[in-house]
């Protein structure tokens, strides 16, 4: 197996491409468009740099893989798959996602809420072939209902659910996240066994550390993640996230992220004068 690892320090967001080199086939996880807020761009130079390193040795992609619905970029899937095929995949739990997004954005019946944006919805236990790997599907909610790990080999492709051990897990207070249920999906993380290496989606630079990094093992984070290890207790994991999201900023690309990724990567419909745009509910307090 082998394992590319593309950082957008923009989003501070890592897409993986996983090939098996013996058929040349690979997938594609968790890719990123590039979004400029202030005038409303969208560009391509991340995704770009995917379809550049695919091409470059001939690979074959069979699935665009993504771990959940990301609040923090654009999802390039769509992008990707016009460009090099494959077929796209999430939870099936994004129907949920669809269903309370659906109506915030009030995206009205053209937008449907059943998934079918997406190529095959993923439940627990399902397999998936990227040529001769064997991929599985583990369910894993708690930051969001969708969130899926994908098991390939000795890896895991984990999404948000853990950071760094130096930094803890990822929050859970966007519609339909869970803190108690983030621990018991952690908790089947830490079953595996713990040479496994753990590939995430994030890092943030926490303090005292200056290089990005986004691959860590099992027992690293069983032993030394700050915010749940081996010896947390679930009542006093899920009090503490429970706070400390009470704190935290929503992400700056929340509302246009989800719009987007809500429909497999793409945009809304165009409007009777050709033009799409992201809807900003407004809040009047």
Known sequence: MMIEAFFDEATSNVSYVVA?????????????????????????????????????????????????????????????????????????????????????FNAGIEFKRDGSQFDRLLQDGDTLAIGDLDVRVMHTPGHTPACVTYLIGDAAFIGDTLFMPDYGTARCDFPGGDARALYRSIQRIFALPGSTRLFLNHDYLPSGRSDYRWETTVEAQRQGNVQLNAQTAEADFVARRNARDRQLAKPRLLLPSIQVNMRGGRLPPPENNGKRYLKLPITIS
């Open 20 to 104: 098996d080199p013996q058929t040349k086939t690979c997938a594609i996880i968790d890719p990123v468009l590039d979004f400029e807020p202030c005038n409303a761009t969208i560009t391509s130079m991340s995704a770009q740099r995917i379809v550049d390193f695919v091409q470059a040795r001939q690979f074959s992609v069979s699935w665009l893989l993504e771990t959940h619905v990301h609040a923090d970029h654009l999802s390039a899937s769509a992008w990707l798959q016009e460009r090099l095929g494959g077929k796209i995949a999430i939870g099936a739990q994004v129907t949920q996602v669809q269903e309370i997004f659906g109506n915030l």
